[in-house]
């Protein structure tokens, strides 16, 4: 999962992780590692760069990349989580704690840098990408942090904002 994040001030800290990221799915089945395998990269790494061009690639143009696409939205992948059972607000919870832990961590490092370029540390912010996998108990292990996420796209979708768009509802506030 690609979860979105945007860091707010230090001294007065907040952090807000955004409802709606990128869920991404390898495009070739996994095998599991051993000499014949290794170079299956597409089998274990679902970075888009990766997989975007391999034949097993499915790209959707429905808005949140449909039930079939290697890169769908997080929406749509806690949708079937839910209808397939899971407890969808445990594993909000589950993500927010590691955000919390995470950001909270970060937030010296931020001010530090605020600091050595001159700048007020409650001026500023930092959007973050958090590559989180979840197992099969669906809990969240962090991969990574990115500090300068990528928030280009590759196509166009149209969206009718305003149907039943609620800003208010696609950020959640982690303490």
């Not at 010296?108 to 600091?115: F, H, Q």
Request: hydrophobic share 40%; with cysteine.
């Amino acid at each position: 999962l690609r979860l979105y994040v945007l860091m707010v001030g230090v001294d007065g800290f907040r952090a807000f992780l955004s409802k709606e990221g990128l869920a991404r799915f390898c495009t070739e089945t996994y095998a599991a590692p051993g000499p014949s395998t290794l170079n299956k990269v597409r089998s274990f790494l679902t970075n888009y760069a990766v997989n975007k061009t391999s034949e097993g690639f499915v790209r959707s143009d429905d808005v949140d990349g449909g039930e079939n696409g290697s890169k769908r939205s997080l929406a749509t992948v806690m949708s079937e989580l839910a209808e397939g059972g899971a407890d969808v607000d445990a594993i909000w919870t589950r993500l927010e704690r590691l955000v919390e832990g995470t950001t909270g961590a970060l937030r010296y490092a931020m001010r530090d840098a605020a600091l050595s370029a001159g700048v007020y540390p409650d001026m500023c912010f930092q959007v973050l990408g958090f590559d989180v996998m979840l197992d099969d108990r669906l809990n969240p292990h962090l991969l990574e942090v990115n500090s300068s996420p990528s928030l280009a796209i590759d196509s166009v979708v149209p969206i009718d904002v305003g149907a039943g768009w609620d800003w208010g509802e696609r950020w959640r506030w982690c303490r």
